[in-house]
């Protein structure tokens, strides 16, 4: 194992008993501040298509935001197994449907409608980890990075610019430092339940 590798293993440990920490009351109220922090952001009020996510524990739950959004005719979206690539891929949220558990485990639409990732301008990234300079540290199968690349790939194939990336997390589970490599995406921003923290300038 090399030392960046080791060096992640070790934070996932840390950030996981963090998160068992958290009291699981205080969720609701955090997610609460969540949303409205990332409803703030100009180019989540611009964007038509976004890519949510089924919040899992130790996650802000965004599903107040996108159900304004719905309601005011933007299209949500949220990462679901596509078997035919065996990668994730956006697609569509449809709050009337339930969420089941998706080959990887992680919850998705009961029925799956998929979006191109051309129109995706803007994505909300869920983490066990981030740091001030917008590094983010998930599970460590590498399927988000996958995808936010898969994303901006397409969408600069067609000529537009890389998606607007957030990542969406809490105080509790900020660090100084997360240990990056060449293959993770940084993100363009950090929102927690008090603050938002501009990375790319494009906050």
Do not use: N
């Amino acid at each position: 194992m090399t030392a960046l590798a080791e060096a992640k293993t070790a934070l996932r440990v840390q950030m996981r008993a963090r998160r068992r920490a958290l009291d699981a009351c205080a969720w609701d109220v955090l997610s609460r501040a969540v949303c409205g922090r990332v409803a703030a952001i100009e180019a989540v009020a611009q964007a038509r298509t976004l890519l949510g996510y089924w919040p899992m524990t130790g996650e802000p739950d965004l599903r107040g935001l996108m159900q304004m959004g719905l309601d005011a005719g933007v299209r949500w979206c949220v990462p679901a197994w596509r078997a035919e690539t065996q990668e994730y891929a956006p697609a569509q949220h449809f709050p009337d449907l339930p969420a089941v558990p998706g080959p990887q485990g992680a919850p998705q639409p009961a029925r799956l409608c998929w979006v191109d990732p051309v129109a995706v301008e803007v994505v909300c990234v869920p983490g066990l980890a981030f740091d001030a300079d917008g590094h983010r540290i998930g599970h460590g199968r590498g399927y988000y990075d996958r995808l936010l690349a898969e994303i901006d790939a397409a969408r600069r194939a067609a000529g537009r610019t890389a998606a607007f990336k957030l990542g969406v997390t809490v105080e509790a589970l900020l660090v100084a430092e997360v240990p990056v490599g060449e293959m993770d995406v940084g993100m363009d921003g950090i929102i927690t339940e008090t603050r938002a923290i501009p990375v790319s300038g494009r906050v």
